[in-house]
């Protein structure tokens, strides 16, 4: 019999009865990316301006009852999205395509 591990097919080095092979498939990935902004508040900062002011009584203070003042903050973001492409495979089922046959006495008939 002959030893195959010498063979090469078109550069490739062959193993023992394998030679390898790799086939490339080019395809456009695509996938929906929807951003939902949010703004969570770093830690909040008191400071004091100017002196306390005290007054006697204990109904005197000025403005809306338990009310809250408001501002808009408005600032540019940029979000940075890290997305991994990958793709899962399947193999299918292997097919052949077979050339004359031939026994082992036919092989030590040529050597």
């Known amino acids: 019999m002959s030893d195959y591990s010498n063979n ?3 550069g490739a080095p062959c193993e023992k009865d394998l030679c ?3 086939g490339y498939q080019t395809a456009s990935v695509c996938i929906p990316v929807e951003i939902a902004p949010f703004a969570k ?3 909040v900062k008191v400071s004091c301006y100017g002196e306390p002011i005290i007054t006697p ?9 338990n009310g809250t003042c408001s501002f808009t903050l408005c600032q540019t973001i940029c979000v940075e999205v890290p997305v991994y492409f990958g793709a899962a495979t399947k193999v ?17 008939e040529e050597m």
């Open 8 to 10: 090469q097919q078109h």
């Open 20 to 22: 390898a092979a790799i």
């Open 92 to 108: 299918g089922d292997a097919h052949v395509s077979c050339d004359t046959t031939c026994c082992e006495e036919d092989y030590e």
């Open 41 to 43: 508040p770093g830690t």
């Open 57 to 65: 009584g204990c109904d005197t203070c000025p403005g809306e009852k």
